[in-house]
């Protein structure tokens, strides 16, 4: 339950439409509720601006639903993460025109239209390969409510192709570069422009990027002043920083 949510009701109360009693049933598990095997926090929206996600992976199917069904109980809407085509199905037993990304391994449920986004979120990679990670980052921060574009493929080994798009990224309002390999993608956008510059490693190369670690500790080190580093292939928290800066209120 976001504020919004809360604000309809309390009109609701005032109006004579709720009763107070119907108001506190509604409200009985705000902050938390209990499932057993999981503890709701339905309190996140109104703390954060944005409900809790579901995170799939290590969840069974039945988890995942009973999960699902009790967020949609008193949100509009849900993102699912790291979900399996397993997940899914059991995301649309509870709302069937969730939406599946299988490349993102994300899923979208909706029960209303959402505000129109804001800003513009640029998503870049260095590779084809970086792929799922930024995917992972575009829903997130669409979900979240960033107007979202992305430029894919212009990775350090054919450096031209990131230096004849510098208008793409001076036009943006916040960067996210998503690159595995040696990662310097990030120092190289970091240095043709003064937007903030959130840089992701992913775990894709051969052998000697150590699943990510090589990418991490480039991006770490990076000769670029201003450019903020996620943890491996973590391409939601990654939108989610980024989506905070889109909507922090201009300096004007």
Do not use: W
Request: glycine share 8%; proline share 5%.
């Amino acid at each position: 339950m976001d504020a919004e949510a809360i604000r309809r009701l309390l009109d609701e109360v005032r109006a004579g439409a709720v009763t107070v009693a119907q108001a506190l049933e509604r409200l009985k598990d705000l902050p938390y509720q209990e499932l057993g095997f999981a503890t709701l926090d339905h309190h996140r929206g109104l703390r954060q601006g944005f409900p809790e996600v579901l995170f799939c992976e290590g969840k069974t199917a039945d988890q995942v639903e009973q999960i699902a069904r009790a967020a949609l109980a008193r949100n509009v809407s849900l993102l699912a993460t790291r979900a399996t085509a397993e997940a899914y199905e059991a995301l649309r037993r509870v709302e069937p025109a969730a939406q599946y990304n299988a490349l993102a391994r994300t899923v979208v449920a909706r029960r209303a239209a959402p505000p129109p986004p804001v800003g513009r979120v640029l998503i870049v990679t260095a590779g084809t390969a970086d792929l799922p990670v930024a995917e992972e980052a575009v829903v997130t921060a669409g979900v979240l409510g960033s107007a979202c574009e992305t430029l894919y493929d212009v990775g350090a080994a054919g450096i031209h192709r990131v230096l004849d798009k510098r208008d793409r990224l001076a036009a943006a309002r916040v960067i996210v570069v998503v690159a595995g390999m040696d990662g310097v993608l990030a120092s190289v956008v970091g240095g043709l422009t003064d937007r903030p510059v959130i840089a992701v490693p992913t775990s894709v190369g051969y052998g000697a990027s150590f699943g990510g670690i090589a990418p991490l500790l480039t991006m770490l080190n990076s000769c670029a002043a201003g450019v903020a580093v996620m943890n491996i292939d973590n391409g939601f928290g990654a939108a989610v920083l980024a989506h905070r800066i889109n909507t922090l209120p201009s300096p004007d």
